[in-house]
Nanobody
Framework: VQLQASGGGLVQAGGSLRLSCAAP?????MGWFRQAPGNEREFVGT????????YYADSVKGRFTISSDNAKNMMYLQMNSLKPEDTAVYYC????????????????????WGQGTQVTVSS
């Protein structure tokens, strides 16, 4: 299973970016994580295999939205109202779902990872 994240870049505070990740298929729960320099990898959000359930970290709730295009096997992270503290390398991850509503929240629950895309938010 290979994942490919894209869409990162430089944006001013208050701006928006949309990250994309090619999903391995419908039977996988998908997640986004981020890692800033000197910090541990941090959970951002996840979407279930059914694509009907999502869960977000408190730090991004209300600003970030995970969606999917099942026809294209793509997952997206829409990031609005970006803040300098959102600056990090963003990773997409996938895990074979044990059921359609499975929401893996921890990095160790994911078996497959993309290479990361840099998001930089300037103040």
């Amino acid at each position: 299973v290979q994942l490919q994240a894209s869409g990162g870049g430089l944006v001013q505070a208050g701006g928006s970016l949309r990250l994309s990740c090619a999903a391995p298929g419908r039977t996988y729960a998908m997640g986004w994580f981020r890692q800033a320099p000197g910090n541990e990898r941090e959970f951002v959000g996840t979407i279930s295999w059914s694509r009907s359930r999502t869960y977000y970290a408190d730090s991004v709730k209300g600003r970030f939205t995970i969606s999917s295009d099942n026809a294209k096997n793509m997952m997206y992270l829409q990031m609005n109202s970006l803040k300098p503290e959102d600056t990090a390398v963003y990773y997409c991850a996938a895990q074979y779902a044990v059921n359609s509503d499975y929401l893996p929240l921890r990095s160790k629950e994911y078996a497959y990872w993309g290479q990361g895309t840099q998001v930089t938010v300037s103040s």
